[in-house]
């Protein structure tokens, strides 16, 4: 793909007309690799070290906080930053992600050869930045899996490049992202400063870059509060890491390497209804002409 940039590439070659969905939408960390890697932990620690020694929070303070910020407001960072802590976006992601136990992730041929047999579109959706995404996706094999990364850059392009671009190159759906985003900007309502998961507007600005109909999209993530959300943005969805459905998911996987065996018949079997449609109507043209 090439772009494991804050863009999505449109690749019509990847259409799966004639299928139910038309596109599949993944949370990449702790969905596309188990949460007992221990990766998840340790970001969470790096954000506490970095609220501890960049922001001077009160140590005692720093884990409830760390926390409580995230479920109020998706992301530690989206907290920090509504709270009126004044800090560089790249240095936070760096500090989250820069010393994070990578080498945890191996290359995962079962969830490759998975991936490429979907016949749908396949995007990532992560609130993390694009650094992480690109090293998380190149650890595990799957950099070539997926048409292009919707994360934290795409939702929130830096000022001094969120302007109208060129629409005629391959950022053009990233384009029509922001311009819509300046428009949400204009409008007379209240927003977060930071657009992530799981607030429905992220999930509205997504779908909208992404170019897809949520009813024919259908979404993965290991967050219930994500999947509640998905559903609320009129997403097909799956809660992953569970075998029990949670409020607003459809499927519950406790593996992403079960796809296959759980929900077949939502990725696989509209295009064989769709061949034998084919090979029926051939029949009906013969009958017809004898
Ligand atoms: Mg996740």
Redesign the pocket.
């Known amino acids: 793909m090439g772009s494991l940039g804050a863009y999505v590439e449109m690749d019509t070659d990847g259409e799966a007309n004639g299928l139910e969905y038309e596109c599949l939408l993944f949370?990449?960390?702790?969905?596309l690799y188990p949460?007992s890697l221990g990766l998840?932990l340790a970001c969470r620690k790096n954000i506490e070290e970095f609220m501890l020694h960049h922001l001077h929070i009160e140590e005692s303070q720093v884990p409830r906080m760390c926390l409580e910020l995230y479920r109020e407001y998706g992301t530690t960072m989206a907290g920090l930053k509504a709270l009126g802590y004044e800090f560089d976006d790249d240095e936070f992601h760096a500090f989250a992600h820069g010393r994070l136990p990578y080498e945890k992730l191996k290359p995962d041929a079962v969830l490759r050869n998975l991936l490429l047999s979907i016949p749908q579109r396949k995007i990532i959706f992560?609130?993390a930045d694009k650094v992480h995404a690109a090293e998380v996706l190149k650890r595990l094999g799957l950099e070539d899996c997926f048409e292009g990364v919707i994360c934290y850059e795409t939702l929130n392009p830096p000022v001094e490049t969120a302007n109208f671009k060129d629409t005629s190159d391959n950022d053009a759906v990233l384009a029509g992202g922001e311009a819509k985003l300046n428009d949400l900007n204009d409008a007379d309502r209240i927003r977060p400063l930071i657009l992530c998961k799981p607030s429905l507007e992220a999930f509205e600005a997504a779908i909208r870059i992404a170019n897809v109909d949520p009813k024919r999209t259908i979404f993965f993530?290991?967050?219930a509060r994500?999947i509640a959300s998905g559903k609320a943005a009129g997403l097909h969805t799956v809660i992953?890491g569970s075998s029990v459905l949670v409020p607003g998911a459809d499927h519950a996987l406790s593996s992403i390497h079960n796809i296959r065996e759980a929900i077949p018949q939502i990725i696989w079997e509209g295009e064989r209804e769709q061949q034998e449609q084919i090979i029926q109507s051939t029949a009906v043209a013969t009958v017809v002409l004898a």
Request: aromatic share 0%; glycine share 0%.
């Open positions: 949370d990449m960390d702790d969905t949460l998840n992560t609130n993530d290991d967050s994500n992953v």
